[in-house]
Each structure stands twice: as C-alpha cells, then as structure tokens.
C-alpha cells in the first residue's frame, strides 16, 4: 500500500472511531437532549418523525454545504498565503467546517417551510389506486440458445 492510503485510512478510522466514542457519551447527556429538544421543528407534520426535513430543506442545505465550504477554503486559502502559515490555513478551514456543520446538519426551523401536506387515511381510502395493467404479450420469437 503506498504510504497516502495508508495515512488517509488512519484518519478515518481515528475520525470514525472518535465519532462513536462521541456519540455514546453524548446520547444520554443532557447537552443532547437540549439540543435536539432545540433543532426539531414543532410543526405536526415533523412531530411524528423527528428529524425530518422538507425537500426544499434539504435542497437549501445542500447549497448552504457547498457555498460556506467554498468560501471558507478561499478565505482560508488566502489567509494562509498572504501570513505564509499552513496551520492558520487548517484552523481557519476547520472552523469553517465546524460552522458549515452547525448551520446544516440540525434541522432548523427554517429548513422546515414547506412541509409535505399527506392525505388523511380516511381520504386515501375514498379514492382506490389505479390498478396496473398486465403488459400485452408481444409475438416475439423467444432466443435461441
């Protein structure tokens, strides 16, 4: 294996490992709770499923992802170039991704504006599913094997 692979498979297996470990303190501690009490839109449509995002959400998250990761690798790019330091250009870029993540990954209210209106069971029911129709067999001459 050549020496990259190697390195690039450390660090996730280390990032992957310290997500887990993160995960399993964080589940049952009150920071938790708050925040996830603090993300969840309280619209009836996400009560029943928790952290559910609309389409239009997640289009806009998408787009919110590639816009501040864009813009912090060239504000971090050209900080590290004009002070000639690599390191601030990694901790400028790092509080970009720390940021990015904060601003996308809960399910913020504003994420939430057009939720999905479903039919009640009651209504569904009234109007019966179109029935698919059986595929009109064709006079084809079945392959020769």
């Given at each position: 294996?050549?020496?990259?692979?190697v390195?690039v498979?450390?660090?996730?297996v280390?990032?992957?490992?310290l997500?887990?470990?993160?995960?399993k303190i964080?589940?049952?501690?009150?920071?938790?709770?708050?925040?996830i009490?603090?993300?969840?839109?309280?619209?009836?449509q996400?009560?029943?499923?928790?952290?559910?995002?609309?389409w239009?959400?997640?289009?806009?998250?998408e787009?919110l992802v590639q816009?501040?990761?864009w813009?912090?690798?060239?504000?971090?790019?050209g900080?590290?170039?004009v002070?000639g330091?690599f390191?601030m250009?990694m901790?400028?870029?790092?509080?970009?991704?720390f940021?990015?993540?904060l601003?996308t990954?809960?399910n913020?209210?504003f994420?939430?504006?057009?939720?999905l209106?479903w039919?009640?069971?009651?209504?569904?029911e009234?109007h019966?599913?179109p029935?698919q129709?059986?595929a009109?067999?064709?006079?084809?001459?079945?392959?020769?094997?």
């Amino acid at each position: 294996m050549m020496p990259t692979l190697v390195l690039v498979e450390f660090i996730w297996v280390n990032i992957y490992g310290l997500g887990l470990l993160f995960q399993k303190i964080l589940r049952g501690s009150t920071v938790f709770k708050v925040f996830i009490a603090l993300t969840v839109s309280q619209t009836p449509q996400a009560s029943s499923n928790l952290l559910a995002m609309d389409w239009q959400g997640q289009k806009l998250a998408e787009q919110l992802v590639q816009i501040l990761l864009w813009a912090f690798a060239a504000v971090s790019f050209g900080t590290g170039y004009v002070l000639g330091s690599f390191q601030m250009m990694m901790l400028i870029y790092a509080g970009g991704v720390f940021l990015t993540t904060l601003v996308t990954v809960p399910n913020w209210p504003f994420f939430n504006r057009h939720p999905l209106k479903w039919l009640d069971p009651s209504v569904a029911e009234k109007h019966p599913k179109p029935q698919q129709q059986q595929a009109v067999s064709s006079k084809k001459k079945p392959a020769k094997k």
